[in-house]
């Protein structure tokens, strides 16, 4: 069983903050929907439209 690494928030994130790499860790499981770590180019730099606790998966719909 192959199990697969998801895109995590390593620290508590508000809703509007701008996700910057120092915020984002590669660790299994990677539930449905969740960002894959070859994903990470379309996630930094990009604005938060919900609040991320840490340990969360970011997902797509996450994005502004």
Request: with cysteine; aromatic share 4%.
């Amino acid at each position: 069983v192959i199990h697969r690494r998801a895109i995590r928030a390593t620290r508590d994130l508000a809703p509007g903050a701008v996700v910057e790499a120092a915020d984002i860790e590669f660790l299994r499981p990677c539930p449905a929907g969740a960002m894959p770590p070859c994903e990470k180019d379309r996630l930094i730099g990009k604005q938060l439209n919900v609040g991320i606790q840490k340990g969360d998966c970011f997902r797509l719909s996450n994005l502004r």
